[in-house]
């Protein structure tokens, strides 16, 4: 070698092979996964056409299931049942409705590859082998059938049908599929995520968090739940706080899941030394995606606004002594069994650090605010796409 490169240099450097590695498979893997979504794409609507105009009947499926197994035994699923998941995967997705509710609450490069701005229109139609769809500005985009359009890239073909057969509403498709993207989920993973209705807990954190936080943390509403589920732990509906920390940590894995793929666990009953007294923070966490250390308390009874202040004493010791410079403030967040919503907005009303309060059991969220949640999510889930589509061309200029 040349010269002896510094140890600290040296590990950036392998890193940075490391970087071009991992971005080279990910492009491989997002190829291969396209590839799989316009399979069923183009198989769905060959299949879909040929129903539809009766050319073919109900059983003709089944003969070509048939077919491909015993004249190309190397093809691999194209059972019947898939052939027809596959229709649906197309019609579903084609569809004026889900057209226009991806451009309702996101924007026109989501509905195709290359948007096609055409002039102005006052309704919605199908032309031949075109899809019609108005824009909030009342201009209207084409959409040939024969293209996949841009939204389905952004998770694979087995949430797909996840989604589809699960979700009924336009919008909890939509939603599911960029939760699906934004966390990296897997088919199993999203399976919970739907059980949990994640599409409801999510949407609805505006109200448990402070003003601060959602000052510094602007993302906060698409990134922290209000409601977590831990049927994992299979406790009794009478449990201690330190029988509850003891399920979570002997669970951790599924909790973290739980919580969200960017929380990395650091310790339990986190010691803090303020001083002559020693206190504990009972779960802390980092959060990868606000670079930020997220204190949890545990209660085992309904939330009560003295609990903030402990709460926001931990948080004014973490930033203190234990967060390092780079970092941003620190996170705390109340989990309790119940809380009441006023008492809850009220509290956070006052509270000058960024904390939240969420629960762990299911909650609903009314039909008639969630409309205006979703724009929200999908507002935010823009933003955060505009900052990785700009860090990547300034990776690309270095």
Same mark, same amino acid.
């Given at each position: 070698?040349g =010269?002896?490169?510094?140890?600290g240099?040296?590990e950036?450097q392998f890193?940075?092979?490391?970087d ?7 492009r491989a893997s997002?190829? !291969? ?6 399979t069923?794409w183009?198989v769905g609507? *060959?299949?879909?056409?040929k129903?539809?105009?009766e050319?073919?009947?109900s059983k ?13 035994p190397?093809?691999?699923g194209y059972s019947?049942?898939?052939?027809y998941n596959?229709?649906?995967? *197309? $019609?579903?997705?084609?569809? !004026?409705?889900?057209a226009n509710?991806?451009?309702?609450f996101l924007?026109s ?7 096609v ?10 032309q031949g #082998? ?6 909030e500005s009342?201009q209207i985009v084409?959409?040939p059938s ?11 073909l087995?949430n797909?049908?996840e ?7 336009q919008e909890e498709r939509?939603? *599911?599929?960029?939760?699906?993207n934004?966390e ?6 999203l399976k ?6 994640t599409?409801?807990?999510?949407l609805?954190?505006k &109200?448990?968090m402070?003003k601060?936080m959602l000052?510094t943390y602007?993302n906060?509403?698409a990134m922290?739940?209000?409601?977590l589920f831990?049927?994992?732990l299979?406790?009794p ?7 509850? +920390?003891?399920g979570?940590?002997e669970?951790m894995?599924?909790?973290i899941l739980e919580?969200? +793929?960017?929380f990395?666990?650091?310790?339990q ?5 303020v001083g002559?007294?020693?206190? &504990?923070?009972?779960l802390l ?10 204190a949890?308390?545990? +209660?085992?009874?309904?939330?009560d ?6 709460? $926001?004493f931990y948080? $004014?010791?973490?930033?203190r002594d ?5 970092e941003n403030?620190s996170? =705390? ?5 119940e809380?009441?919503?006023v008492?809850v907005?009220y ?10 309060v969420?629960?762990y059991k299911r909650i ?6 969630m409309q205006?949640?979703l %724009?929200?999510f999908? %507002?935010?889930?823009? #933003? ?6 700009s860090t990547?061309?300034?990776e690309?200029g270095?």
């Amino acid at each position: 070698m040349g =010269g002896d490169l510094l140890p600290g240099k040296t590990e950036r450097q392998f890193g940075e092979v490391v970087d071009i590695i991992l971005s080279h498979r990910s492009r491989a893997s997002q190829a !291969v996964n396209n590839e799989l979504l316009l399979t069923a794409w183009h198989v769905g609507g *060959y299949v879909s056409a040929k129903l539809k105009s009766e050319e073919w009947g109900s059983k003709v499926v089944t003969q070509l299931s048939e077919y491909i197994r015993s004249r190309r035994p190397d093809l691999k699923g194209y059972s019947r049942r898939s052939i027809y998941n596959m229709m649906m995967f *197309y $019609e579903e997705y084609s569809s !004026v409705e889900f057209a226009n509710t991806v451009m309702r609450f996101l924007n026109s490069e989501f509905v195709r590859p290359k948007t096609v701005l055409l002039g102005a229109g006052e309704t919605d139609l199908i032309q031949g #082998k075109n899809l019609i769809v108005q824009t909030e500005s009342a201009q209207i985009v084409q959409m040939p059938s024969e293209q996949l359009p841009k939204i389905l890239e952004m998770t694979t073909l087995s949430n797909h049908l996840e989604i589809l057969s699960r979700c009924r509403s336009q919008e909890e498709r939509m939603f *599911y599929i960029l939760y699906a993207n934004k966390e990296h989920l897997t088919n199993k993973e999203l399976k919970r995520s739907i059980s949990n209705q994640t599409f409801s807990t999510l949407l609805g954190s505006k &109200k448990s968090m402070s003003k601060r936080m959602l000052e510094t943390y602007p993302n906060a509403p698409a990134m922290f739940k209000d409601t977590l589920f831990v049927d994992f732990l299979n406790m009794p509906k009478k449990h201690s706080e330190s029988k509850l +920390k003891t399920g979570l940590l002997e669970h951790m894995k599924q909790f973290i899941l739980e919580l969200g +793929k960017d929380f990395i666990f650091m310790d339990q009953e986190y010691r803090l030394e303020v001083g002559s007294s020693t206190f &504990k923070a009972d779960l802390l966490f980092f959060h990868r995606g606000i670079q930020a250390l997220v204190a949890v308390e545990l +209660k085992k009874s309904k939330f009560d606004p003295r609990d903030l202040g402990q709460l $926001e004493f931990y948080l $004014e010791a973490l930033d203190r002594d234990v967060k390092r410079s780079n970092e941003n403030p620190s996170v =705390g967040i109340i989990l309790c069994p119940e809380a009441d919503r006023v008492v809850v907005e009220y509290a956070m009303s006052r509270s000058m650090s960024p904390t939240m309060v969420a629960e762990y059991k299911r909650i609903l969220i009314p039909q008639e605010r969630m409309q205006a949640q979703l %724009n929200d999510f999908c %507002n935010q889930f823009l #933003k955060l796409e505009r900052v990785d589509s700009s860090t990547n061309l300034n990776e690309i200029g270095e």
